[in-house]
């Protein structure tokens, strides 16, 4: 079986490239930390592959956690047998190109208001347990001033939504907040615009606020959202508003530069400290520390729970999760033998939230769904290269295979376990295109900034 997993095929270069990072930092002798902190790239820059980056928390994503598990002091510097590794990522927050190409927009949103002052948001997007449809809610209540528990959101009924094209590629709330946001907007408009003309007063004075459409100088010339309502639909109509999102086009001009251009990233930093057993190769983590850069915390709980998630999983696939095959079949026939961690088995997790307000996100928000698992497998291993001397080059790291690893390092062999050799693979020829490292990102989208309650 196989199917779409968090990171869509991320973490496996992401684990190689950042064991790879330490090797290197050990042979210049620098702390791995201070290395990757000096290689960040720049906020509203250029990749050498041309993708635009806007804003870029890494280095404070470094910061944070390095300082939170007083890093300086334990790197190479624990009793043999524990040990503590750092690794950092990056991820895309949605796909800058649709699955099949097209310029049509990549979420749409209906949003529309009673005339008791209900509102309701209609959009395409799926809820699998993420919260996007708290989100959504969220949105289109600071827009409008009122309370988010007044909003109801129907979802993923495509007789009666408008077109999303998925949970994926960690887009559902830059892309479908993004297209609320604008109907939402565009329903203000009418409200207050309504309100000003009762009061033969300019519309720019008055603001959705508290569950009021009001001057805030001047609080009695106002209406509660419900009066505004019916106002607004004496003057309008039915009041109902469009909204869409489609990301900015910003690919590279060579064959395979569809793939990476999104219209922000998000960043991650992890440390796991661990201990490992050097007679039974037990392995237990025993904490970790991970810092990501989610734009702007829209629900900083939410946030939260969805980068301990990736935490958990991340911990999941590298001490126990494995697919094994025998002559065609699964060798763990169920879940009973398809061990991931139970709550005995996942460590005290530090989260700590990164808020760089993207410009191109709602509000400022950037994606939490995928991104912060990235860093947790490779920071493992290289937590147990600092605790054992040892590398682990596959995962799962399983006790088996750090037996086998220590046994060598104790025959002063090389101590090091997985692929020995590259499978054969015929690379094609390079295609050799001008770096843009460095170069202004393109301009971005104007910034929203939730109203002050």
């Known amino acids: 079986p196989c199917g779409p997993k968090r990171g869509h095929g991320t973490p496996q270069p992401r684990f190689a490239l950042e064991c790879h990072m330490d090797r290197i930092a050990e042979q210049l002798g620098l702390d791995p930390a201070e290395m990757r902190r000096g290689i960040a790239v720049d906020e509203y820059t250029k990749t050498a592959n041309h993708l635009t980056v806007s804003t870029c928390g890494l280095r404070e994503c470094i910061d944070r956690v390095v300082e939170a598990s007083v890093w300086r002091e334990k790197h190479r510097k624990l009793p043999y047998g524990k040990g503590v590794g750092l690794a950092c990522s990056s991820y895309i927050t949605g796909a800058g190109l649709a699955i099949y190409w097209n310029d049509m927009p990549h979420s749409g949103a209906i949003v529309k208001i009673d005339r008791g002052g209900g509102v309701a948001v209609l959009c395409g997007a799926i809820d699998i347990g993420q919260g996007s449809d708290s989100i959504l809610a969220y949105l289109v209540a600071e827009v409008l001033g009122i309370d988010p528990k007044d909003i109801r959101v129907a979802t993923a009924d495509t007789d009666l939504t408008p077109v999303d094209l998925g949970a994926y590629s960690s887009r559902v709330t830059l892309m479908a907040g993004n297209a609320v946001i604008e109907a939402a907007e565009r329903?203000?408009?009418?409200?207050?615009?309504?309100?000003?003309?009762?009061?033969?007063?300019?519309?720019?004075?008055?603001?959705?606020?508290?569950?009021?459409?009001?001057?805030?100088?001047?609080?009695?010339?106002?209406?509660?959202?419900?009066?505004?309502?019916?106002?607004?639909?004496?003057?309008?109509?039915?009041?109902?508003?469009?909204?869409?999102?489609?990301?900015?086009?910003?690919?590279?001009?060579?064959?395979?530069?569809?793939?990476?251009?999104?219209?922000?990233?998000?960043?991650?930093?992890?440390?796991?400290?661990?201990?490992?057993?050097?007679?039974?190769?037990?392995?237990?983590?025993?904490?970790?520390?991970?810092?990501?850069?989610?734009?702007?915390?829209?629900?900083?709980?939410?946030?939260?729970?969805?980068?301990?998630?990736?935490?958990?999983?991340?911990?999941?696939?590298?001490?126990?999760?494995?697919?094994?095959?025998?002559?065609?079949?699964?060798?763990?026939?169920?879940?009973?033998?398809?061990?991931?961690?139970?709550?005995?088995?996942?460590?005290?997790?530090?989260?700590?939230?990164?808020?760089?307000?993207?410009p191109e996100g709602p509000f400022g928000a950037k994606e939490a769904g995928q991104g912060p698992l990235l860093p947790v497998i490779p920071a493992v291993a290289n937590a147990i290269y600092d605790a054992g001397g040892v590398r682990i080059d596959e995962i799962p790291i399983t006790p088996d295979k750090l037996f086998k690893a220590l046994e060598l390092r104790r025959q002063g062999k090389p101590a090091r376990v997985g692929p020995e050799k590259l499978p054969l693979f015929t690379f094609p020829e390079p295609i050799k295109v001008p770096s843009a490292f460095g170069e202004p990102a393109d301009a971005t989208v104007k910034r929203r900034e939730p109203q002050q309650s």
């Not at 419900?226 to 900015?248: D, I, M, N, R």
């Not at 970790?288 to 999983?313: C, F, K, T």
């Open 187 to 358: 329903l203000r408009a009418m409200l207050i615009e309504a309100v000003a003309k009762k009061f033969d007063l300019p519309s720019d004075r008055f603001v959705c606020r508290g569950g009021r459409v009001f001057i805030p100088d001047d609080p009695d010339k106002g209406f509660t959202f419900t009066e505004a309502a019916v106002l607004a639909e004496s003057l309008f109509g039915t009041l109902a508003a469009t909204g869409s999102y489609k990301p900015p086009k910003r690919a590279g001009k060579f064959k395979g530069a569809g793939v990476g251009p999104t219209p922000c990233y998000s960043y991650s930093a992890c440390v796991v400290e661990l201990h490992v057993d050097p007679e039974t190769a037990d392995i237990k983590v025993d904490q970790v520390w991970i810092a990501h850069d989610v734009g702007r915390a829209l629900n900083p709980l939410l946030a939260e729970g969805q980068v301990e998630g990736s935490v958990y999983m991340g911990l999941g696939e590298a001490l126990m999760e494995e697919q094994v095959f025998r002559k065609g079949l699964h060798k763990f026939p169920s879940m009973l033998e398809y061990k991931s961690p139970t709550t005995l088995e996942t460590p005290e997790i530090h989260t700590i939230l990164v808020e760089t307000v993207d």
